[in-house]
């Protein structure tokens, strides 16, 4: 029995669940039933702004995704390599990891107003510092054999040792980075766009809790976790199995 075929066959009997036990509890009022929630993304999509809303947070978080890949991984590499920064500044992400991204929602709304630049600033701050994190840890356990061997055999200290030998040894390191950073993102971004002015998944969620369309939340639920979902295997995950099987590491 293949994966395809067990997850369809546990989905479509959670959908019959799901339906039934909302017809047997009635909590129609409280949680839609799986019809419900259908007609909802029919509407939202063909009457509503869901695809518009779909497409414009999509937006935000590529662009702040990219942001917190860029700064987080070159963080973690001057961390790893220099003992001083790590003391100092790597000390100061640590502490700065802890803090929910959406407690500096309020010194964005000051800088930046209620507007896309805030969201984007919550969104880059929530991925950043575990992406650090994650590519400080991943070279800082390269074992050292593969940079000397590396030097042994003319490499230099600069970019051909950072993108041949650093990179793929730190890898396995830097991909669990990669999920945790984009699980974060998502969770930053849609708390930015709760308050923030637009279009965008957040603020249809947050529309849905004013009218009290149950149905409306859900879709907004579902919607990220099928992006989160398909991101992370046709993505994140084909890009580990390749880089894996092209290292000789699977």
Known sequence: MSTAFRRSVFLILLLITWEAASRIFDWGWKFPSFLQTVEAFRLGFTEGQLLEATLQSLKRLLIAFAIAITVGTTLGFLFARSRFLDDTLGFLVIALQTIPSIAWLPFAIIWFGLTDTSVIFITTLG?????????????????????????????????????????????????????????????????????????????????????????????????????????DHFCFKRMEDKILVRYGLK
């Open 127 to 231: 991925a950043t510092w575990t992406m650090a994190v994650a590519a400080r840890t991943g070279i800082k356990n390269i074992p050292p054999i593969y940079l000397k061997a590396a030097q042994t055999m003319g490499t230099g200290m600069g970019w051909r040792m950072f993108s041949q030998v650093m990179i793929p040894a730190a890898f396995p390191h830097l991909i669990t980075g990669l999920r945790t950073a984009w699980a974060f993102a998502w969770r930053a971004l849609v708390a930015g766009e709760l308050i923030a002015k637009g279009v965008g998944l957040g603020q249809i969620l947050q529309d849905g809790r004013n009218l009290g369309d149950t149905s409306l939340m859900l879709c907004i639920v579902i919607i990220i976790a099928v992006l989160g979902t398909v991101s």
